[in-house]
């Protein structure tokens, strides 16, 4: 059976990324291990300790900063993430200082919002109903 263990989004800086991915969105650090000139940097949802690893990938790749660039201008998410209601989640993060590019708009069978991760992508929460 293949299933799903480590998945990733490609980040400009990794220090930035994973002050972002753990104090604002609330992830938990898993793995920090030097490779090379940058780190295999994952996190984790608290709600998951043992569940799929983000990790956070340096955008070093000549094809990933084109990549990345394309997607945000055409205002695409690069993932997205699920929360239990993103009305509340969104409130929360604006607390924090986040920007969102989209608000939380209802869809009909799901509710998204789009926010900035300051590490050069649009990430996506979405709450199915």
Same mark, same amino acid.
């Given at each position: ?14 220090? *930035? =990324? +994973? ?12 793995? %920090? #291990?030097? &490779?090379?000139?940058? !780190? ?28 990345? *660039? =394309? +997607? ?12 239990? %209601? #993103?009305? &509340?989640?969104?409130? !929360? ?37």
């Amino acid at each position: 059976m293949i299933r799903i263990n480590v998945t990733s989004v490609f980040v400009d800086d990794q220090a *930035k =990324a +994973l002050a972002f991915y753990t104090e604002k969105l609330g992830f938990t650090k898993k793995t %920090d #291990v030097p &490779a090379g000139g940058a !780190r295999w940097l994952t996190v984790v949802s608290p709600a998951e300790p043992d569940g799929v690893e983000l990790l956070l990938e340096p955008d070093g790749h000549p094809a990933a900063g084109p990549f990345k *660039k =394309a +997607l945000v201008a055409d205002g695409i998410p690069f993932t997205q993430f699920a929360v239990d %209601d #993103v009305y &509340a989640e969104v409130g !929360r993060l604006k607390g924090l200082g986040v920007e969102f590019t989209q608000e939380a708009t209802d869809l009909g069978p799901v509710v998204t919002a789009v926010l900035d991760d300051t590490c050069g992508n649009l990430i996506q929460l979405a709450t199915l109903k």
